[in-house]
């Protein structure tokens, strides 16, 4: 019978080599419609690009660690290492978070009715997107430069008091009360703002995906079906990849939260923490692949279908 730590690795791999796999597959994908059809592209694909990129380096930082560490594999970082790796994770994580919370309020604004309030930025909202990207980026960088010198190796698995701890890094005691709530501030702020704005535009997404579904009931013709059909079937993706952000996010944040105020450490846990991290960034190919009928047409999604059905058919045998 297969150890829990030896379970934890496989999913891991597995998790991180397909995740990692697929969005490169997605994000060839994109950077081949930049490339050979620019009249075609739409400003969404700019941010499912750099979604992309995010997820990739989040996977890699994260779940390949952790998998290395559950087969067998100790002191893989020094202090440097676990720093360095550990905030390149934090970055891409805060990345994705961002991306995702602007993908959610730019398609919210794509499909507000001309009566709408919103209507008025959608001829500006393009401009604002490299803009926006560059924000993240700064944003993020700045929140998590505490991790630099706040975070160090372990050389064991036994780890007491408070504080957030993994299998490789841990948390140094902190007596800087100040700089340690400007730090959870500071990230929490982010978090709370995004999950709101994503909550708040989802739920404006159903609305007018409601009052649309009524009015082309009455609508007879034709003409009008592929376009609103095409940008129907988009923001219902972005719906589902928003929402299923949500619901990782919650229960990893909880777990998190638990984590790092329980005295006894549960790694086992924390395992879980990494395996829910890794779900949003893993998934996200799947739902990219069906959010553009372009890339039905790209010969890069044979490699992603037979990859994701090859990891079906292993899941099920296990």
């Known amino acids: ?15 991180s080599i397909f995740g990692f796999l697929g969005n490169s597959t997605m994000f060839l994908v994109y950077m081949n419609n930049f490339i050979t059809q620019p009249q075609q592209t739409k400003p969404t ?33 020094n202090d440097v290492g676990c720093q360095s790796v550990l905030y390149i994770n934090r970055v891409s994580h805060g990345l994705s978070i961002c991306t995702t919370c602007l993908l959610s309020v730019f398609q919210a604004i794509t499909i507000s009715p001309s009566t709408s309030q919103l209507a008025r930025f959608k001829l500006r909202a393009s401009k604002y997107i490299l803009p926006s990207f560059l924000f993240f980026w700064i944003l993020n960088m700045l929140i998590y430069i505490r991790v630099i010198t706040s975070v160090q190796a372990i050389r064991n698995v036994t780890i007491m008091g408070q504080g957030y701890a993994m299998k490789y890094c841990s948390t140094i005691p902190d007596l800087d009360f100040i700089h340690s709530l400007i ?13 709101l704005l994503m909550s708040l535009s989802s739920g ?9 579904c009524k009015q082309v009931q009455h609508i007879h013709s034709s003409s009008f079906s592929p376009r609103y059909s095409a940008e129907t079937r988009a923001t219902q993706t972005i ?8 619901c990782f996010y919650c229960l990893n944040s909880s777990i998190t939260l638990y984590l790092t105020y329980a005295f006894q450490k549960d790694l ?7 395996f829910l991290s ?11 692949l069906n959010i553009d009928p372009r890339n039905h047409r790209q010969p890069q999604n044979t490699i992603l279908s037979s990859m994701l059905f090859y990891l079906c058919i292993m899941v099920q045998r296990k």
């Open 239 to 246: 719906l589902i990849l928003v929402n299923c952000f949500i």
């Open 183 to 195: 730090f959870l501030s500071a990230m929490t702020l982010r978090d709370v703002f995004s999950v």
């Open 278 to 288: 890794a779900c949003y960034p893993s998934l996200c190919p799947i739902f990219l």
């Open 1 to 15: 019978m297969l150890s829990s730590d030896v379970v934890f690795g496989i999913i891991f791999l597995y998790q």
């Open 45 to 77: 694909d700019l941010m499912f690009t750099h979604l992309t990129v995010a997820n990739r380096v989040t996977l890699l930082t994260r779940g390949i660690p952790e998998t290395m560490v559950v087969f067998g594999m100790r002191n893989i970082f």
């Open 268 to 274: 086992h846990l924390g395992s879980t923490t990494v």
């Open 204 to 212: 404006y997404m159903v609305i007018v995906l409601h009052e649309h």
